[in-house]
Every structure is written in structure tokens, then in C-alpha cells.
């Protein structure tokens, strides 16, 4: 039963969860506890679908054969499949998260050199003292947009803006923007955003969803905003995503952007409580699946698989 079980919580952990909680509104009010909760239920789903192929072939064998026949060469079998079918989730995992990091941080050095050649220097030393310790490049662009591109180790990242942004910001709606940007990096953002989108190349087609990666993209961007908020204000940040948002164009991006806007003017921020709830939650997630079915499965298995 263990493997029916850990089967169903892998399936609903993977589809209709990642539904429900990305279409809730609560999570904008706590953006970094919402996530702690989305890591929490990568995190079980996968360990639900790891428990499910180890517990499988152990169930299948309980089923097959009489319980003096459950040693030597059947159990040696199930043992064999179980560590089969287990390392083939954590290999393609491990596989697909190394590939992405390798080929995420060859790009981004590209972007990062490319960034520094076509710079305009003297507006970079213009607002350079907008934040200590901030590598800035502004590049040419007739549209307000800003952005940053981790850096790796030894090497600083980058906030990189438009040159319509310096003519479009005010002194304070910038710096709000920078520390946005600068918010990313010091919190290795970009990580969060690896894992996530690791797991939805790794989960087969038919068990992937887009939610659970688009949901934690948009509250990274609400955590940061949060940083822009605390350093110089709401008025400040609201008023720069305003501008990004009159840019033009449709689509999610740009909806996003309105939705940020709109829940810093709503000045939207949950309480002490709901965030220690979240927390409490991400843990049980992990925690009750292991006491109420891993560990009464593994002390049964092993009990059962002792010679008579």
C-alpha cells in the first residue's frame, strides 16, 4: 500500500497543487514564505516518486510470493528494481539540474562580457553612486527596461538598464529599480529559479506543469520588490513599475508587471502569523509523508524480509 500511496501524494503534489496554489492570492501577501512552501512541495513530490519506485517492487513481491520465498533470488530482484527504477528519477534529476547550470552559466558570461563591451561608460559613472557596491551598465535602448545578470565566483553581476530608463525614472524610482535588481543577486534569486526549472524539464510531459515555475518567477520578483519597497519607499517602486508597465505591449510579462504594481499601491503585507502557518506547512509536507508511510513501510519491509 505504501507504493499506492506515495504514487498518489507524487501525482497530486505534481498537478493539482501546483493548480490550486498558483491561482490563490494569499501567497502574494508573504512572497518568501510562498516560496519556501513551493520548495517544499518540489521537494516531496520528488521524494513521494523516489519512496514510490523503491516501495513498488517490494509490494509486487508481497503479492507474487509466499513469505518463506521473499529471500535469495526474488528478493535480490526486487532490491535490483527498486534501485533501478529509484536512480533512474534521481539520475535524470541530478542530469537535467548539471546540464542547465553549465549551459545557464555559459550564456550568462557571454551576456555578461557583451554587457560590458557595449555599455555607454559615461551614463554608468552618472548614477554609478545610486548603490555601493552595485555593477552598473546601461546600454541604448528607447524603452524602459532593467535587469540583472548573476555573476559567479570571483566575478560580480551586473544591473543592467536601458538608457530610456535613466530619462524616464526619477532619482528615487531608480534607485528603487536598482535595488530591485541588486535584491536578486545578493539572494541568488537565480538559483531558485534553476531548481524549478530543472524540475519541469526532469518531470515527464505528461506529469509537467508551467505553474510551479512561473508562480515562484512572479513572487522573486515580488520579494525583490519588497527590497525596492524597504530601501526607498512604495511610492518609489510603484511609480517605476508604472513606467515599465506603460511601455506597451500584451501578454504575461506584461500583466505581471500591472500585478506588482497594483499590490504595492494596495500596499498588500501579511502578518507574522500567516508566515510562520506557511513555514509550519513547507515542513509538514515533508515530515508526515516520512512518519505516516516511509518509516511504517520500511519497518514492515524489513520485518517481512527476515528469514522465517
Not at 62 to 79: D, K, N, Q, S
Request: aromatic share 4%; with cysteine; glycine share 8%.
Amino acid at each position: 500500500m505504501a507504493s499506492v500511496w506515495l504514487t498518489g501524494l507524487a501525482l497530486v503534489l505534481a498537478g493539482p497543487v501546483p493548480a490550486l496554489l498558483a491561482r490563490a492570492r494569499w501567497p502574494r501577501a508573504v512572497p518568501r514564505a510562498a516560496i519556501v512552501l513551493w520548495q517544499a512541495v518540489a521537494a516531496a513530490a520528488v521524494l513521494a516518486a523516489v519512496g514510490s519506485a523503491l516501495a513498488a517492487p517490494e509490494a509486487l513481491l508481497r503479492v507474487l510470493t509466499h513469505p518463506r520465498e521473499r529471500t535469495g533470488f526474488p528478493l535480490l530482484i526486487a532490491v535490483g528494481v527498486a534501485a533501478v527504477l529509484a536512480g533512474l528519477i534521481v539520475v535524470r534529476l541530478f542530469g537535467v539540474l548539471v546540464l542547465l547550470a553549465v549551459r545557464t552559466r555559459m550564456r550568462r558570461a557571454r551576456h555578461r562580457d557583451m554587457v560590458d563591451l557595449l555599455a555607454r561608460a559615461e551614463q554608468n559613472d552618472a548614477v554609478g553612486s545610486l548603490r555601493a557596491g552595485t555593477v552598473l551598465r546601461v546600454l541604448d535602448g528607447a524603452v524602459p527596461f532593467a535587469y540583472c545578470v548573476p555573476g559567479r565566483v570571483g566575478r560580480e553581476g551586473r544591473v543592467v538598464v536601458t538608457g530610456a530608463t535613466l530619462d524616464t525614472l526619477g532619482p528615487d524610482e531608480l534607485s528603487a529599480v536598482i535595488a530591485h535588481e541588486q535584491a536578486h543577486l545578493d539572494a541568488r534569486h537565480d538559483l531558485v529559479r534553476e531548481g524549478f526549472t530543472a524540475l519541469h524539464k526532469a518531470f515527464p510531459v505528461v506529469a509537467r506543469s508551467r505553474e510551479a515555475r512561473d508562480a515562484v518567477a512572479l513572487l522573486l520578483e515580488m520579494l525583490a520588490d519588497d527590497a525596492g519597497r524597504r530601501r526607498h519607499g512604495d511610492d518609489a517602486m510603484a511609480g517605476a513599475l508604472d513606467a515599465f508597465a506603460s511601455r506597451g505591449g500584451e501578454g504575461t510579462e506584461h500583466d505581471d508587471v500591472l500585478l506588482r504594481r497594483d499590490r504595492i499601491r494596495a500596499h498588500v503585507q501579511g502578518g507574522r502569523a500567516l508566515s510562520v502557518g506557511i513555514y509550519l506547512a513547507a515542513v509538514a509536507l515533508v515530515v508526515v509523508p516520512t512518519i505516516t508511510i516511509v518509516i511504517p513501510w520500511l519497518t514492515d519491509a524489513l520485518q517481512g524480509l527476515r528469514p522465517l
